[in-house]
């Protein structure tokens, strides 16, 4: 089994900033790819940023210069800091990671359970 257990979500008033913090843990052997995406009402679930094995940075268009991807590789985290957030940054975010687990088979997604961002005054 894989867990992704997510934290930092909360309610800011626009302008303000947030850090999302996830860890992966279980039976794991690597992990590669790992990001946030969100998911506003109403609205499909988009990618907001994902960092490779290699750090090669991607980002929505909508967040670029105001959010900032880390990870740290040895303890399976990934953090997103959220700055200047807008009100249409109100979304539940869910941390993501492809892994290849203990026991073999190919390399498998897995999502955390969502955190609520909402930005409002």
């Known amino acids: 089994q894989v867990q992704l257990v997510e934290s930092g979500g909360g309610l800011v008033q626009p302008g303000g900033s947030l850090r999302l913090s996830c860890a992966a843990s279980?039976?794991?052997?690597?992990?590669?790819?790992m990001g946030w995406y969100r998911q506003a009402p109403g609205k499909q679930r988009e990618l907001v940023a994902s960092?490779?094995?290699?750090?090669?940075?991607n980002y929505a268009d909508s967040v670029k210069g105001r959010f900032t991807l880390s990870r740290d590789y040895a303890k399976d985290t990934v953090d997103l800091q959220m700055n200047s957030l807008k009100p249409e940054d109100t979304a539940v975010y869910y941390c993501y990671t492809d892994v290849t687990r203990v026991g073999g088979g190919p390399r498998r997604g897995y999502w955390g359970q969502g955190t609520q961002v909402t930005v409002s005054s």
């Open positions: 279980g039976s794991i052997i690597r992990t590669y790819v």
């Open positions: 960092i490779t094995t290699g750090g090669i940075t």
